[in-house]
Nanobody, 125 residues
């Protein structure tokens, strides 16, 4: 059974930092592209960042570029999202997702095969 489990969310003041983790089980994680998405209340789910299976290539949404960093440790079946200089508009539920069909990172949520349950990030002003 495939499982992706996110953790690390919480409440933080604007300008603060959080590190999200996504731990995978039940799949050969090292072969999957992994993406982070987020969904704020009343808004559609949006792509935040993604990383190729090897970690050699990453992609970021313009809104987080320079503030967020995605990385992975395949030996630990874990992908991280380091979030710095957080803003109130970063408030959302953050999800990790995995897909195997593409070599490069894709940004469409419907391209991903597996999803975690999400972790809440709240940034206060």
């Amino acid at each position: 059974q495939v499982q992706l489990v996110e953790s690390g969310g919480g409440l933080v003041q604007a300008g603060g930092s959080l590190r999200l983790s996504c731990v995978a089980s039940g799949l050969r994680f090292s072969r999957y592209v992994v993406g982070w998405f987020r969904q704020a209340p009343g808004k559609e789910r949006e792509f935040v960042a993604g990383i190729r299976w090897s970690g050699s290539s990453t992609l970021y949404a313009d809104s987080v570029k320079g503030r967020f960093t995605i990385s992975r440790d395949n030996a630990k079946n874990t992908v991280y999202l380091q979030m710095n200089s957080l803003k109130p508009e970063d408030t959302a539920v953050y999800y990790c997702a995995a897909e195997i069909h593409f070599i490069n990172v894709v940004t469409r949520s419907d391209e991903y095969d597996y999803w975690g349950q999400g972790t809440q990030v709240t940034v206060s002003s």
